[in-house]
């Protein structure tokens, strides 16, 4: 009696270039298991699917069908959470906001730059929220409690708004050649945390901020370029936050 792998597999011969609206897809990845080898290695697989189908479902295909020890982070599937982070083709995007059609035939997938590989696709992000923790990427105010809700004008609102659409998925820090080279860059993404603050007119531990991020480690060690602004995945103006923060620290003007 076939297994259900084979009949899944089966299935799918029988429906490669017959089934009409459909493409076959080559996925090479970049593997690492530390239990198998201390070197990485290249795996890659041919699939049917839909042009409109996002790579996040072609991984899931080749993990449920094809190998099930492909190891990859993903959640909402919807660009939201974040966790799906990968280099695809040599660019820090979602898998779930890549479709087949814009990728194929072929597409290479690898993991993130600059973070420590655990297994195939999934990289330790410990270092990353280090950095993002430091920066004290919450609202501080010891003013006491007011009575009704903080209120803020629309141009005050507006003044950071841009910085309040991060997700903390290291597209922007890991696609950065300062940070690739020195681990002790607290990177743009921990930068662009700030800032949401820093312009905060509700907040009250801006300058504070502004000291962690005038360290040799901040914000300064940006080179300006744009490799950040290219990787995000919301379109957020990173490297103008970035400048941004610096102009703040040099004049003090938030």
Same mark, same amino acid.
Request: hydrophobic letters at 35%; a neutral charge; one cysteine or more.
């Given at each position: ?6 009949? %899944? ?19 090479? $990845? ?16 041919? $699939? ?32 939201? *959470? ?11 995007? %979602?898998?779930?906001?890549?479709? @087949?059609?814009? $990728?194929?035939?072929? $597409? ?13 696709? /999934? +990289? ?10 430091? +920066?004290?990427?919450?609202? /501080? ?29 290291? *597209? ?18 921990? /930068? ?35 490799? *950040?602004?290219? @990787? *995000? ?22």
């Amino acid at each position: 009696m076939a297994t259900a792998a084979e009949t %899944l597999n089966a299935s799918d011969d029988q429906r490669v270039g017959t089934k009409p609206g459909t493409m076959l897809l080559t996925v090479r $990845v970049r593997r690492f298991n530390p239990e198998v080898s201390q070197d990485s290695w290249w795996d890659e697989w041919t $699939v049917q699917c839909e042009p409109l189908e996002r790579l996040v479902e072609v991984l899931h295909q080749i993990k449920w069908r094809h190998d099930g020890t492909l190891s990859f982070r993903r959640s909402c599937a919807h660009g939201i *959470c974040g966790s799906d982070a990968m280099l695809i083709n040599g660019r820090n995007q %979602l898998a779930c906001k890549v479709l @087949a059609e814009d $990728v194929g035939p072929k $597409v290479t997938i690898e993991p993130i730059r600059g973070l420590p590989v655990l297994k195939d696709l /999934i +990289v330790d992000m410990d270092p990353f929220m280090d950095e993002y923790r430091g +920066v004290l990427p919450f609202l /501080i105010n010891d003013s006491g409690e007011p009575d009704k809700e903080r209120r803020q004008s629309q141009e005050d609102r507006h003044r950071y708004d841009d910085t309040t659409k991060c997700i903390l998925c290291a *597209c922007c820090t890991t696609s950065c050649p300062v940070f690739w080279g020195d681990g002790g860059y607290v990177g743009p993404a921990a /930068i662009v945390n700030a800032h949401r603050f820093i312009f905060d007119s509700r907040d009250e531990a801006g300058r504070e901020r502004m000291k962690i991020l005038s360290e040799k480690t901040g914000v300064f060690r940006c080179r300006t370029t744009f490799n *950040c602004t290219d @990787a *995000c995945p919301r379109g957020i103006q990173v490297t103008k936050a970035i400048q941004e923060v610096k102009r703040a620290i040099l004049f003090e003007r938030f």
